[in-house]
């Protein structure tokens, strides 16, 4: 460690963004716990939910702020007039990392604007730590949020995730898992990695690693429960196997279930990981 390595204790005005437990409350950092007892104001989600945690810490701020997705942009002028009298104010989330999949992007931005400092306790981040466990390559990765429930938004974010050349971690709901595992299988093939992590750091915990092919019937014989990060590895530059046949029968499939020639073109090129003028000229003869 070097001199530079030493952190101040001291807590200095502005907007502290900091990070909570996913799960196991021990994971609350103590600088976190110390900016929380320390804050005049900390915006939260929900009120009930953080109450708990801040009664545990023996945090009481003379102001909770709810900033959840419908009140964010309300909460940005309270905090603005609170920064503007040198107060500290905190931001948490009901769980992990603020602004991650989570409310605050936009206070950053408004704190920013306008001239004063962000601080963060960092801590827990739900797709940090299943990318790290899961086993697949983590020099370069693709933090996809929630995927689109519908439409072609989703269809467009999906092919992106099978061409991604990353490793990519997404966040799903347990009651979607199913459909997106099979979304996700259908785009960039049954073959492909895949590890489901859920419920990290709590009582039961879970890394199941293989194929997206086996993840689907795995998530059709256990129920899904609890909360999932899906790690999914990145397309592999070696598809010299596929034939043209194969090019030719993955077209097929798709544009006789009503997808269009183009759409088609491009999901063909993600699941096969083959080159997108070579299915595009094998789609002009079928
Ligand atoms: N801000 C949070 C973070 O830093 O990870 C994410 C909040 S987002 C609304 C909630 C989603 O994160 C869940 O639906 C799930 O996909 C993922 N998640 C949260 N806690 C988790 C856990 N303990 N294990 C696995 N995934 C988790």
Same mark, same amino acid.
């Given at each position: ?16 963004l ?13 600088r ?27 945090a009481?701020p ?20 609170y920064?503007?009298?040198? +107060?500290? *104010?905190?931001?948490?989330?009901? $769980? ?5 999949? &989570?409310?605050?992007? =936009?206070l950053?931005? !408004? ?34 949020g ?18 991604e050349?990353r ?61 999932? +990060?899906? *790690?999914?590895?990145?397309?592999? $530059? ?5 034939? &043209?046949?194969?090019? =030719?029968?993955?077209? !097929? ?17 993600a ?16």
């Open positions: 460690m070097s001199k530079d390595d030493i952190v101040t204790s001291a807590i200095h005005a502005g907007l502290w900091v990070a909570t437990p996913i799960g196991n409350l021990e994971d609350l950092s103590p976190g716990a110390a900016v929380l007892r320390a804050a005049k104001v900390i915006c939260c989600e929900d009120t009930r939910h953080s109450g708990s945690l801040l009664k545990r810490i023996g009481s003379e102001r909770l702020i709810v900033a959840n997705e419908h009140t964010e942009h309300d909460a940005i002028e309270s905090v603005l007039s920064l503007s009298t040198g +107060a500290v *104010v905190a931001l948490i989330s009901d $769980a992990g990392t603020p602004a991650i999949s &989570d409310p605050g992007e =936009r950053v931005r !408004a704190t920013i604007n306008a001239g004063y400092t962000v601080h963060s306790t960092p801590g827990p981040a739900a797709f940090v730590m299943a990318i790290a466990m899961s086993g697949l390559p983590t020099a370069r990765i693709a933090f996809d929630f995927l689109p429930r519908s439409g072609s938004e989703r269809r467009e974010r999906l092919t992106e995730v099978a061409r050349r490793t990519t971690v997404l966040y799903e709901a347990p009651h979607r898992l199913e459909k997106t595992l099979v979304d996700l299988a259908d785009v960039c093939g049954n073959d492909r990695l895949v590890v489901l992590a859920r419920e990290l750091t709590k009582l039961h915990e879970d890394m199941w690693r293989g194929t997206l092919g086996d993840a689907v019937i795995h998530s059709r014989t256990v129920e899904p429960r609890g909360e999932y +990060a899906l *790690v999914i590895a990145p397309v592999t $530059a070696e598809s010299v196997d596929v034939t &043209d046949d194969d090019i =030719r029968t993955e077209l !097929a499939s798709r544009t006789s279930a009503g997808i269009s020639k183009r759409s088609a073109v491009d999901e063909v090129t699941a096969l990981g083959v080159s997108r003028k070579r299915v595009y000229a094998i789609s002009v003869t079928v």
